[in-house]
């Protein structure tokens, strides 16, 4: 099987747009949360996210589509800066573009309008299947969509919902498609955004967000003993991946090599971790033994870690599980600090986390870390960046209903 290099990233986030203001956050530890502006959010106990506030140049067709539903341009435009950091000007139909997401973006208004003012649901059908209709909900692959559209035709190109680990499955799959052949070059990554009345209002009835609006931009507290839930965040992140034979022989910048990915599904809650995190911990060592290296190899490690309560400590635990003898020894950064929760784009915002961990030779720091809460013991890096040499990082990404994905990313002058 082929080696596979990562090309190109590109990323829109709330601590920046472009992979050199995304980086110099995160090393900063510099927030980018803060009071929603996006909607009226005075009657929400929930008033905090993580918005992006430097708005993509957009094509107008794009530009039409984000208005509706902003995580469009946001997908959009992480795609565009991976393919050009790759220097890859054209998609052809030995590529394939796989993109994850969560949920539809829906016209409130409209639905609302629908109930109070017409005789029947017939009638709202009718009204929406006219031509030239604005629709109730995006579709979710209208991102994958408009990229081909933009970019050019590939071979195949795929959308998948699958809560928090959505685009890093849709890395791990395009991994996967380059090293057996099945493809010659993967555009993979994820688009968000809840940033919204429903989005928002359903995280907060769910229970895992924080209320505690006075904290501001320290609101996102992974592993510290004040933590009080995660912050949502919203945003887009996009690799492109090719073999890494192929690709050093064209002389292409090579800014990692993926090795090993590994996936599994609790089935525990639609909501809730098993508390065992044995899910957690068999998608980290599959992707270890899927890289063939061993737990002690890895020099560092990003975690989840959304801040809530449950979620942490059975990550923890999961690490300490999988890292039994040398988990004191493994730092662990916690990006959602200062990103909040970018839901299905946050694997692959994090993924460009360790692979600009792995080219600078810097592990970010988790800068509201104060105190270690219990059950949440590991070898944190708190309030300033740490040095990195290593060679391997683990990224983890675990989502609702049991989703667990985990990416071992290797330094490209790895061998």
Not at 183 to 190: F, I, N, P, R, S
Not at 230 to 241: D, F, I, M
Not at 351 to 379: D, Y
Not at 382 to 410: D, H, I, M, W, Y
Request: with cysteine; net charge neutral.
């Amino acid at each position: 099987m082929r080696r596979v290099a990562v090309t190109g990233f590109g990323v829109v986030s709330a601590v920046g747009t472009g992979r050199e203001r995304f980086w110099d956050a995160l090393a900063a530890g510099r927030s980018g949360i803060g009071r929603i502006t996006r909607f009226d959010c005075s009657t929400f106990a929930v008033q905090l996210a993580g918005e992006v506030r430097e708005s993509p140049d957009l094509p107008a067709a794009v530009a039409r589509l984000a208005a509706e539903d902003p995580k469009v341009g946001f997908g959009w435009a992480a795609c565009r800066e991976a393919l050009a950091c790759a220097g890859v000007s054209r998609l052809g139909p030995e590529a394939l573009v796989h993109l994850g997401t969560s949920l539809e973006a829906f016209d409130l208004e409209k639905v609302a309008g629908a109930g109070a003012g017409e005789p029947d649901l017939a009638q709202v059908a009718r009204r929406y299947l006219e031509r030239g209709s604005r629709p109730f909900q995006i579709p979710l692959d209208a991102a994958t969509q408009l990229v081909c559209e933009s970019f050019g035709r590939p071979g195949r190109a795929l959308t998948n919902c699958s809560a928090c680990a959505a685009s890093a499955q849709a890395i791990g799959h395009g991994f996967r498609a380059v090293r057996s052949g099945a493809c010659e070059l993967a555009l993979c990554g994820g688009f968000d955004s809840m940033i919204n009345p429903l989005g928002v209002g359903g995280f907060q009835l769910l229970g895992p967000l924080t209320f505690d609006n006075d904290r501001g931009a320290s609101a996102c507290r992974p592993f510290d003993a004040s933590r009080s839930g995660t912050v949502l965040g919203e945003g887009a992140a996009a690799l492109v991946l090719e073999p890494l034979e192929k690709a050093r022989s064209e002389g292409r910048a090579v800014l990692a090599e993926v090795a090993g990915y590994g996936s599994t599904l609790d089935a525990y809650s639609l909501s809730a971790p098993d508390p065992e995190g044995d899910g957690a911990a068999r998608a980290m060592l599959a992707a270890l033994e899927d890289a063939r290296i061993r737990p002690e190899a890895v020099g560092h490690l990003n975690a989840h870690g959304t801040g809530t309560r449950l979620n942490d400590e059975v990550e923890a635990a999961a690490i300490r599980r999988v890292f039994a003898g040398c988990w004191q020894r493994v730092p662990v950064s916690a990006t959602k600090s200062v990103t909040g929760h970018l839901i299905g784009a946050a694997g692959a915002a994090e993924a460009g986390a360790c692979l600009l961990a792995l080219g600078r030779g810097v592990l970010p720091p988790n800068p509201w870390l104060e105190k270690i809460a219990p059950g949440c013991e590991l070898n944190h890096v708190a309030k300033t960046p740490g040095r990195f040499e290593g060679g391997c990082v683990l990224s983890n990404s675990f989502g609702f209903g049991g989703q667990n994905a985990a990416l071992v990313f290797r330094r490209a002058d790895g061998g």
